[in-house]
């Protein structure tokens, strides 16, 4: 036992040390961190919160307000919800893709506004695979 625990103590000061940058590295390129994007999950996570905590609870306060022959409250819990989840997905696509087209807008003219000045090559950055859900993948639903 005290010869594994010498053993893993060499190991350790033999390890070269790592950059202080390191730490700050991460699976995520650091534009998914922007401020747009940290406002629009904080928004559409109070506006799930909001929905998922505080309408149902004022949900017997609807009661008594009738659509479609039901009870307010009900279409709320049994189907407002879904909906406005469903309505948060999509918001939180468009916004994305919208993100995206104005980031390469912007890549495009720094790029272009370089080449002007005559600075040369620009570094063009390499693109990050991301994983696509076995849900999404054309290979696997044709």
Sequence with gaps: MQFRQQH???Q???QPARPADAEMAGPFPPDLHDVRHLKLKAGLLLLWALVSFV???FARDLQSLVVGGWPLGYWIAAQGAVVVFIGIVVVYCWA??????????AERQATAQAQAQG???VPVPVPVPVPVPASHDPRIHG
């Design 12 to 14: 350790h000061l033999h």
């Design 96 to 105: 994305m893709n919208r993100f995206e087209r104005q980031d390469a807008e």
């Design 119 to 121: 600075q040369g090559q």
């Design 8 to 10: 893993l103590q060499q």
């Design 55 to 57: 309408a149902t609870y």
